[in-house]
């Protein structure tokens, strides 16, 4: 089975900036696509950026400019650079990966307050 285990949430100030990481353990083979999901109470859940192994990038329109993506293949690890922090990107953000199967991570919380 393949786990993901996000880190680096925590509490920011509006501009600032924060640095998640998600690293995939166990036997994590043929991972082709690791992104980034987050979830606002009451809202649904949404997809942030995401990234394939060929290094190519998606991100939804209200964090482009702000976020990156970026990846260690070698060590099946994603992360996430965001930058210019606004209140509303307050979630808890989930690590995600597709090997034809799909995983998820169980969540870290970024709040972004004054």
């Known amino acids: 089975q393949v786990q993901l285990v996000e880190s680096g949430g925590g509490l920011v100030q509006p501009g600032g900036s924060l640095r998640l990481s998600c690293a995939a353990s166990g036997r994590a083979f043929n991972i082709n696509r690791m992104g980034w999901y987050r979830q606002a109470p009451g809202k649904q859940r949404e997809l942030v950026a995401a990234?394939?192994?060929?290094?190519?990038?998606n991100y939804v329109d209200s964090v482009k400019g702000r976020f990156t993506i970026s990846r260690d293949n070698a060590k099946n690890t994603v992360y996430l650079q965001m930058n210019s922090l606004k209140p509303e990107d307050t979630a808890v953000y989930y690590c995600n990966a597709h090997s034809g199967l799909i995983y998820w991570g169980t969540g870290t919380l970024v709040t972004v307050s004054s």
């Open positions: 990234i394939t192994s060929g290094g190519s990038t």
